[in-house]
């Protein structure tokens, strides 16, 4: 038997305190500058106390933005909102259909279709940029949010995660769906998509924060600032040599951009642990 010594206890908590300041300090600093005026933004050294600006500069930059991104932030929101779930929904729909049916219905190749879904793992977005701009152009998405949405909803994460999960369950559920005369659609709906509830909360979670975090291809898929998103705009802010940044209103707009994932993380952080949980069973 491990004893546990109170030095070891006070030395693991001192280490967790540390990294909790380490990581909080940045957003301590991000949260000061967004309550300062834009003179008090700039002093050095800053100002480590909070000011009585926060609500006033979070209203100016969502009706107005800042600096080179001089267009309201909350329009910014609603596009990165939009992606973000468009690509969550899209995700789960395709990758829950997909592996349902590999799971469950006999096709030739089934194996094959598999491993080549999974196999679009080594080639994320980023390899496979110019083509994809290409079709998107092609197709005519460009500044639209089928352009967002549509190239970032496969994933071969979530349909592994899925087929795993349908692999766990028990033969006699699909038997006695059987005996009851329900179809393999009935079986979907009525059994085995409840009882996914808790992987789809969990990748809800995943593929929503990958959603609203996405930068590169909205940069490429959009060219108007009327389709730029959140995590863009907050870039497309900060001033080059010939344009000063106003740094209290990037910092209102960055804790603008951290709520939504926040609050998404918050409201399932329970049915995103059992999800997880489950999964790896």
């Not at 990581?23 to 600093?29: R, T």
């Not at 001089?70 to 909102?81: R, V």
């Not at 990748?203 to 108007?224: C, E, H, K, R, S």
Request: some cysteine; hydrophobic content about 55%; glycine content about 6%.
């Amino acid at each position: 038997m491990i004893e546990s010594r109170p030095i070891d206890k006070l030395l693991c908590h001192a280490v967790l305190v540390l990294g909790v300041l380490f990581v909080a300090f940045p957003l301590y600093i991000a949260l000061v500058t967004a309550t300062l005026t834009a003179q008090q933004a700039i002093q050095v050294p800053l100002p480590l106390a909070p000011g009585p600006h926060l609500w006033a500069n979070i209203v100016d930059v969502w009706q107005h933005g800042a600096g080179n991104a001089a267009y309201p932030f909350g329009t910014m929101m609603e596009n990165s909102f939009i992606m973000a779930i468009g690509i969550t929904l899209g995700k789960l729909v395709i990758s829950v259909i997909s592996a349902y049916s590999i799971v469950y219905f006999r096709f030739p190749l089934r194996n094959v279709f598999f491993w080549a879904i999974f196999v679009t793992l080594m080639l994320p977005v980023e390899v496979r940029i110019f083509p994809t701009v290409s079709v998107i152009a092609n197709l005519r998405l460009i500044n639209t949010y089928g352009g967002l949405i549509v190239p970032l909803i496969a994933s071969a994460t979530s349909t592994f995660l899925f087929r795993q999960f349908f692999l766990a369950l028990p033969d006699e559920l699909v038997e006695a769906a059987r005996v009851d005369g329900a179809g393999p659609m009935r079986f979907f709906w009525d059994v085995a998509l409840p009882l996914s509830k808790t992987i789809i909360a969990a990748l809800f979670v995943i593929d929503f924060i990958y959603g609203w975090n996405q930068y590169l291809w909205p940069i490429l898929a959009t060219n108007v600032p009327q389709m730029t998103t959140a995590v863009v705009g907050v870039k497309a802010m900060m001033g080059n040599g010939d344009v000063s940044t106003p740094w209290q209103l990037v910092m209102a707009a960055t804790l603008l951009t951290m709520l939504p994932p926040l609050v998404v993380v918050m409201a399932m952080q329970r049915w995103f642990v059992r999800g997880l949980i489950e999964s790896e069973k």
